[in-house]
């Protein structure tokens, strides 16, 4: 199947600090990308939808300005966390969908961050 | 809005039997629903789909079905194994939703004992 890479699998930063997240498909091109993000025993909430090549589309109750997304190229989206706080630290998880239009989504394998 | 319950947090199984894991949805019927595998520290991993048509759709060891009267779908692994052992989340996308806009559960954490 389909395999999306996130980099870099955990980071630690100090508050105030910026941090970019990669996310990338290895195989398949992903004109759309989806970031997540997920509290401990909390259900994965989206935060925003990448588009290539367009602005991103952020969720209700997610700050566009201090969640950048760009979507570079066809196979990779990042997420820059800005100013961060120790309520940002929690696990950023990216997803693509199959090409074609089907409806399974492939996840990446994560991100932790922990805001010191 | 949307609301999508998994009422257990954790279920504890013993190695051969079947696990049934429940996810509840209130409000209008989705699309279709999808079932993930996910172990700690890692991204969800898809395991089946199925739609709102489709009452079961089986996949080796797997079997989900979809009471849309209900609104419920059952997720079962036969003769489990501790393998078989981690979270499993069900996800829904409502009609008019983007694709990637799933609903995710809470989930529920699966331990299969030896």
């Known amino acids: 199947g389909a395999v999306v890479s996130q980099h870099p699998s955990w980071v630690i930063c100090k508050s105030g600090t910026s941090v970019k997240i990669e996310c990338r498909s290895l195989d398949f091109q992903a004109t759309t990308m989806f970031w997540y993000r997920q509290f401990p025993k909390q259900s994965l909430m989206l935060m925003a939808t990448s588009n290539e090549g367009s602005k991103a589309t952020y969720e209700q109750g997610v700050e566009k300005d201090k969640f950048l997304i760009n979507h570079a190229s066809l196979t990779l989206s990042t997420l820059t966390v800005t100013s961060a706080h120790p309520e940002d630290s929690s696990f950023y998880i990216c997803?693509?969908?199959?090409?074609?239009?089907?409806?399974?989504?492939?996840f990446g394998p994560g991100t932790r961050l922990t805001v010191t | 809005s949307q609301k999508i319950e998994q009422n257990s947090e954790a279920l504890n199984i013993q190695e051969g039997k079947t696990a049934t894991l429940t996810c509840n949805y209130t409000?209008?019927?989705?699309?279709?629903l999808q079932w993930y595998r996910q172990d700690p520290g890692r991204g969800p991993v898809f395991l089946l789909l199925?739609?709102?048509?489709?009452k079961e759709k089986r996949k080796e060891r797997l079997k989900v079905t979809f009471d849309t009267t209900l609104k419920q779908s059952l997720f079962h692994i036969t003769a489990s194994q501790p393998a078989d052992s981690a979270t499993y989340l069900c996800a829904l996308v409502w009609y008019g939703g983007s694709q990637g806009n799933l609903i995710f559960g809470k989930g529920t954490k699966l331990s299969v004992k030896p």
């Open positions: 199925i739609r709102e048509n489709e």
């Open positions: 997803s693509a969908p199959e090409e074609g239009g089907g409806n399974e989504q492939y």
């Open positions: 409000n209008y019927s989705p699309a279709y």
